[in-house]
């Protein structure tokens, strides 16, 4: 048996969160209610708010990404958010009466508690801006937020349009500024998604970042248990 630290990614998707936790140095366990084929560690098939409680509560730590398009601009534009669940509140509230450090992770947008924002420009080798909001029952800090660079486009409105190499620059990953789907790999840091789980994922960079905190206050809290 492992043993690391035990986190369990609730709404997980192809695994960008789980990958990051991974590399912070937790066994990592994905639960999502679709099926993710190409979810890269132990994968269960299943809705997270109906989960067993005693089993929430065997894991040391838990990340969560609740669906973001009721909160998304898009919606907000198509005025069709009432079409999407919302349920950062029940998820919030599921985690708070388990008493581990926890992680809800959702756009900008959603209904967070202070939360904090991560941005791609603050980390060396991303190519996305992506911005990502983190709300936590731990204390969370954000790495220095970098100038945004220009944006490879396909649009021939923008000012900029044709002079960036989208092998290089920051890349749109979803949007009419689509790049290449090994371009947006690159960009993301990630290479085991099709485009569509790349649209929907955040970089493993950022929970790998915020897991070095899950992890010292996991072991902190071991050291108080013992």
């Known amino acids: 048996m492992s043993s690391k630290p035990r986190l369990l990614d609730l709404f ?10 991974h590399r912070a140095g937790f ?32 894991f040391d730590a ?20 009432h079409m999407w669940p919302r349920l950062i509140e029940p998820v919030r509230e599921m985690l708070q009466s388990l008493g581990v450090p926890y992680i809800i992770e959702n756009v900008e947008g959603a209904p967070l508690l202070n939360p904090t924002v991560l941005c791609g420009t603050m ?36 000012a900029h349009y044709g002079k960036l190499d989208q092998n290089v620059s920051f890349v749109q990953v979803t949007g009419g500024g689509n790049c290449s789907i090994a ?3 690159d960009a993301l840091g ?24 899950l992890m010292r206050a996991v072991k902190q809290e071991t050291q108080i248990a013992a």
Not at 12 to 21: E, K, T, V
Not at 27 to 48: C, K, L, S, T
Not at 62 to 81: E, F, G, T, V, W
């Open 12 to 21: 997980s998707c192809a695994g960008g969160a789980g990958m990051g936790y």
């Open 27 to 58: 066994e990592v366990v994905g639960v999502d209610i679709d099926p993710q084929p190409r979810y890269p560690f132990e994968f269960i098939q299943a809705d997270a708010l109906t989960l067993d409680p005693d089993f929430l509560a065997s």
């Open 62 to 81: 838990i990340h969560a990404s609740p669906p973001c398009q009721s909160y998304s601009d898009l919606a907000k534009r198509n005025a069709n958010a």
């Open 123 to 158: 980390f060396p080798g991303l190519r996305v801006i992506r911005h990502r909001l983190f709300e936590s029952n731990i204390e969370l800090v954000a790495p220095p937020h970098g100038k945004h660079p220009l944006v490879f486009t396909h649009d021939k409105r923008k």
């Open 183 to 185: 371009n947006a790999r």
């Open 190 to 213: 990630i290479d085991w998604m099709n485009k569509h789980e790349l649209n929907e994922s955040i970089p493993p960079a950022y929970t790998e970042y915020l897991g070095a905190a």
